[in-house]
């Protein structure tokens, strides 16, 4: 099991930016990808980035890219936020996978250890 805590959530205005953290503890070692995914009050939650630690490759959701980059490592994963928009208000997540798929990165079923989540809100 690898267990996760995130930081760094709060209010900020529209334009912006915050800088997520997630501590990673426990079987780090086995850990494929770690993700961040997000969710909105009434909404299903949402992919955000992921980034793989064979190769080192990272995606993102289209509705992030350009303005959120992750970073890190297996111990801790960082989301740095910048232009944030009203529509970014969520709970963000961090999320391990033991494996990683290039094809179901995006869904949360391929994730077996989340944190508890950290609340991000965007003022207009």
């Given amino acids: 099991q690898v267990q996760l805590v995130e930081s760094g959530g709060g209010l900020v205005q529209a334009?912006?930016?915050?800088?997520l953290s997630c501590a990673?503890?426990?079987?780090t070692f086995s850990s494929a990808a770690m993700a961040w995914f997000r969710q909105g009050s009434g909404e299903e939650r949402e992919f955000v980035a992921v980034m793989r630690w064979s190769g080192g490759s990272t995606y993102?959701?289209?509705s992030v890219k350009g303005r959120f980059t992750?970073?890190?490592d297996k111990n801790t994963v960082y989301l740095?936020?910048?232009s944030l928009k009203p529509e970014d208000t969520a709970v963000y997540y961090c999320a391990?996978?033991?494996y990683y798929s290039a094809t179901y990165y995006h869904q949360t079923n391929e994730y077996n250890n989340w944190g508890?989540?950290?609340?991000v809100t965007v003022s207009s």
Avoid: E, H, P, V
């Fill in 15 to 19: 334009g912006g930016s915050l800088r």
């Fill in 116 to 119: 508890q989540g950290t609340q």
């Fill in 60 to 62: 993102y959701a289209d």
């Fill in 80 to 82: 740095q936020m910048n």
């Fill in 96 to 98: 391990a996978a033991s």
């Fill in 70 to 72: 992750m970073s890190g």
């Fill in 24 to 27: 990673a503890s426990g079987r």
